[in-house]
């Protein structure tokens, strides 16, 4: 009997290549029932003759693939020069490689766009050995369009006119028509070097009926070389007649360039020497607590923490610090910790820290000094159980801030650059420029903050799409507002944050908000310190702003209606626990509409965050225009994450396949919730392990 | 075609390249030494500034010192001790404010801190008490340490520890009689020999000993 070299794969049947249309897969045209590294993020350009495509996949977990593509074709139709789209994909594994068994997965491309690119297929891959893997599926639509072998139903054929407003779910369509079979197999020539071959099922005859495809052969190479980690290029042929290149690039968060980072030692824990927690002399000496003010001060200075307030008794001490720079709470506390270890009296056993943040009290943690002495060499989980977080309101008396704290002026000077995407006219344009901003603390929980800014370059002005809005006109004008030479107000605003009641936070935001509106915004965050549950409410008043964004507003009243003066929304947030945070948004938005807002993010605990949101309103598809509802991907990647040293700067980037004035918001700095939430247990929790870095 | 990436390099660029009175801000300096520091050399260190530093450390300090030597960037560091908790020991770099830092238990090598990798904490009773008392035998060796997710991960190591030959060591400037100890360990990854050279009065006066995925072995010798 002879033995089969089959086994499954050792890495999960996972692939670092990604396909012609950017998700993971070693073929071309053709998917594969391959994953990428769970949690991987990575953008790939493909070009062939006058066919371009730009994706961002995500590996949203082990077996599930989201995909978002800007595709430009040249002549597709004689109404554009170029015709653009953007499309969303999904696949989703079934069932996992065994021994014997393939790996098979199930997609959807194109599923929610214009459906210019919509397919269908179920896909099997079987590794044999560890360097061949062969494929076979069966695709409807485009992927059903070459030597089909049967049908299941009817299927719209796409035409331009039946396009309409794009973004509608055509899932009547989803594996009707022609179906037919496909395969191909991958070859790992070299650690570096992958070779491919497809039996491809996509005809291409809508391209094909204008002329700008004509390969006869269905059958396409692909060689794929690994230049590092992070980068992959592939050179392609379509059927021997098409030539192409293609590029990857990916980041997975999970894989810091530094784990644990490169920042500085903490202190050590300093010992209190046995029987010297009994003194208590130190509380007849009245200079003793100025004394001890200064020495933790500068202790805390070292580690780049202000102290907010303090106040020592003879076996306690509660310490208010103001944290900037540390990312992960944990190394906020611990470090504090370390300090207050190596500078208060000995007879100082309980430890108390409150995170102070906007002037207002987070949560305050305490520890046993025992325990800090006790655990330094310990898990960090065993710390984690010594520590306790409490709503700061449950201490009758927390220390008054320091008279140094109240007034201070925070300022930064930074280079900008803001950009608009998909514009038919020039697919990226963008400004830059330099940013002068401002807080000024004036006392607690009140800071007026401010922030001008001018351009130096750009062409986000130029945006050539047609407003063409049915509903009043609340972001549609973006290019009459970036078309500005001279220096702007991006906001100016003076906000009080307060708490109302234990477990209860409030903001009161008053000026000009934000670059198209001004006015005021209130809000109100129901959010216990352990609980990953938090509700909501914010109401706003705007005025739409002048278009040179001075100090002016215009009138509320635009060509195609008025925009009103309130909005607002009740808001759920959740965080699952497993890594995934959602967010439920219901009111009512900026053009009047009412409606709902659904946020999914996967969140890492080093601070990367990578989601979707869609938000759908009374306003018809037909109303809202291209698209049919506003939607979007967002990515927040922490900067700490790129360079190995702890900082709270971040990166965050909005993609939406288009800004219409259907489903928006006012934006308001300091929200509550992103605000409160960094200072809770559950997200403390998340990199408890830097609790000792 | 390549924008959007440059476009994510260009902004990162941006975004950090701020200014500000606020010193937990980076600024553009900060991030340039960022990201080389990250990706620096590390020069292998000389042997006579290392002796140097050793002679002067013996002469001019009082208290425990110790050498660390790592084999993957080829430094050699000479330590003196800043703190202890119980049994563990701080050290950091003599003559230097370079503000790293190791602890040790009994003379293996428990943590590190601004290394980058660190070894965050171990768990060594089991291994340390066989060797200390010369014996043969199993124990358990845990080490953790962040990913890059900020999570701690545990590599945990079956390890068979075998009385070696007796020998006389150099240490400092002492001439030491000591047994020599191999610990063999097996973690689901990993497969690692710690070696260490123990006085006749129990003390572990050399190991060399596996730090990390990223260091590979260390060599930390006890000189006083």
Request: net charge neutral; hydrophobic share 35%.
């Amino acid at each position: 009997m002879g033995i089969l070299p089959v086994s499954a794969s050792a890495d999960g049947l996972t692939t670092g290549q990604k396909n012609l249309y950017g998700t993971p897969g070693g073929l071309l045209d053709m998917p594969t029932a391959e994953m990428a590294p769970d949690g991987e993020i990575a953008t790939t350009l493909s070009y062939f003759d006058g066919f371009s495509k730009t994706t961002l996949t995500f590996q949203i977990l082990p077996r599930l693939t989201g995909s978002f593509r800007y595709s430009a074709t040249d002549n597709l139709s004689t109404s554009f020069k170029t015709f653009y789209d953007r499309s969303f994909d999904l696949k989703f594994r079934l069932l996992d490689e065994g021994p014997v068994r393939p790996a098979v997965a199930i997609g959807l491309r194109d599923f929610i766009g214009t459906g210019v690119l919509a397919g269908e297929y179920v896909v099997a891959t079987k590794s044999i050995g560890d360097k061949l893997r062969l494929t076979g599926g069966v695709g409807w639509g485009r992927l059903g369009s070459n030597n089909s072998i049967g049908s299941t139903g009817n299927r719209d054929p796409f035409s331009f006119a039946a396009v309409g407003n794009g973004g509608t779910f055509s899932a009547d369509d989803w594996f009707r028509g022609d179906f037919a079979v496909f395969g191909g197999a991958s070859y790992d020539a070299t650690d570096r070097l992958s070779l491919a071959v497809e039996y491809s099922s996509d005809d291409y005859d809508l391209e094909r009926a204008v002329g700008i495809y004509d390969t006869d052969l269905p059958i396409n190479f692909a060689a794929s070389y690994k230049i590092n980690d992070n980068i992959r290029a592939r050179a392609f042929t379509l059927g021997g007649e098409e030539f192409g290149l293609s590029v990857t690039i990916a980041f997975n968060p999970k894989n810091a360039p530094s784990p644990g980072g490169i920042e500085e030692a903490p202190l050590p824990v300093g010992v209190r020497a046995p029987g010297r927690a009994a003194d208590l002399g130190w509380t007849a000496d009245n200079t003793a607590t100025t004394q001890l003010t200064a020495a933790v001060d500068k202790s805390l200075d070292q580690v780049d923490l202000d102290l907010h307030g303090i106040e020592i008794r003879g076996t306690s001490a509660h310490i208010l610090i103001r944290n900037n720079r540390y990312d992960a709470g944990s190394q906020a506390l611990g470090r504090t910790l370390r300090s207050l270890s190596r500078t208060l009296p000995a007879s100082v056993e309980t430890l108390h820290v409150t995170l102070i943040q906007n002037g207002i009290p987070l949560s305050t943690m305490t520890m046993k000094r025992r325990d800090l002495e006790r655990l330094e060499n310990a898990p960090a989980r065993e710390a984690l159980t010594a520590v306790r977080f409490e709503d700061s309101l449950r201490f009758g008396d927390i220390p008054a801030p320091l008279a140094q704290t109240y007034p201070r002026f925070d300022w930064i000077i930074a280079p900008f650059w803001r950009f608009s995407l998909f514009d038919p006219g020039e697919p990226l344009r963008s400004n830059a420029g330099l940013r002068f901003g401002g807080d000024f603390h004036i006392g607690s929980g009140w800071i007026a903050s401010g922030s001008v800014s001018a351009k130096l370059i750009g062409n986000l002005g130029n945006l050539t799409r047609v407003n063409n809005s049915k509903i009043p006109r609340v972001r549609s004008d973006t290019a009459l507002y970036a078309d500005r030479d001279e220096p702007v107000i991006d906001y100016l605003t003076l906000a009080k944050y307060g708490r109302l009641a234990p477990d209860v936070y409030s903001r009161v935001t008053a000026g000009y908000l934000e670059t198209m509106y001004a006015g005021a915004s209130g809000e109100v965050l129901w959010k216990p310190v352990d609980s990953r549950l938090a509700f909501g409410v914010e109401v706003n008043y705007v005025r739409p702003r002048d278009f040179n964004q001075l100090f002016g507003t215009r009138s509320r009243h635009t060509p195609s209606g008025t925009i009103p003066e309130f909005n607002g929304h009740v808001s759920t947030y959740y965080d699952f626990g497993n890594g995934f945070h959602g967010q439920l948004d219901g009111g009512r938005y900026l053009a009047g509409d009412w409606g709902a807002t659904i946020s999914l993010d996967r969140e890492f605990a080093n601070g990367w965050r990578v989601g979707a949101f869609a938000t759908k309103t009374d306003v018809s598809a037909g109303n809202f225009g291209e698209g049919s509802f506003d939607k979007g991907i967002r990515i927040t990647i922490p900067l700490a994450w790129m360079i190995g040293t702890p900082t709270k700067q971040s990166t965050d980037f909005v993609i939406r396949p288009l800004t219409r004035d259907g489903g928006q918001r006012v934006n308001v700095n300091g929200r509550l919730y992103g605000v409160i939430r960094e200072g809770h247990q559950p997200e403390i929790a998340k990199s408890w392990g830097k609790f000792w870095r | 075609m390549f924008r959007k990436t440059s476009i994510i390099a260009l902004l990162a660029a941006l975004a950090l390249s701020a200014c500000s009175n606020n010193k937990s801000d980076l600024d553009s300096l900060e991030l340039v030494k960022g990201i080389f520091s990250q990706q620096r050399k590390i020069q292998p260190s000389d042997p006579q500034v290392v002796a140097r530093s050793l002679t002067k450390a013996m002469a001019n300090s009082e208290g425990p010192l110790a050498l660390l030597h790592l084999k993957r960037t080829q430094t050699t560091t000479v330590l003196r001790e800043i703190e202890t908790n119980g049994a563990y020991r701080t050290w950091a770099a003599y003559g230097s404010s370079d503000r790293r830092s190791l602890t040790t238990k009994g003379g293996i090598i428990t943590a590190t801190r601004g290394l980058g990798f660190d070894l965050m904490s171990s768990d060594v009773n089991g291994v340390l008490a066989l060797i200390t008392r010369r014996q043969n035998g199993t124990a358990k060796l845990v080490q953790r340490y962040l990913n890059g997710e900020n999570i701690i991960y545990e590599i945990v190591a079956d390890c068979t520890v075998i009385r070696g030959p007796e020998q006389t060591t150099k240490v400092g400037n002492q001439t030491r009689h000591t047994t020599e100890m191999t610990a063999r360990c097996i973690a689901p990854d990993h497969e690692f020999t710690n070696t260490y050279l123990v006085s006749g009065n129990g003390q572990i006066v050399q190991a060399q000993q596996w730090l990390s995925p990223y260091y590979g072995h260390a060599l930390i010798q006890r000189l006083r």
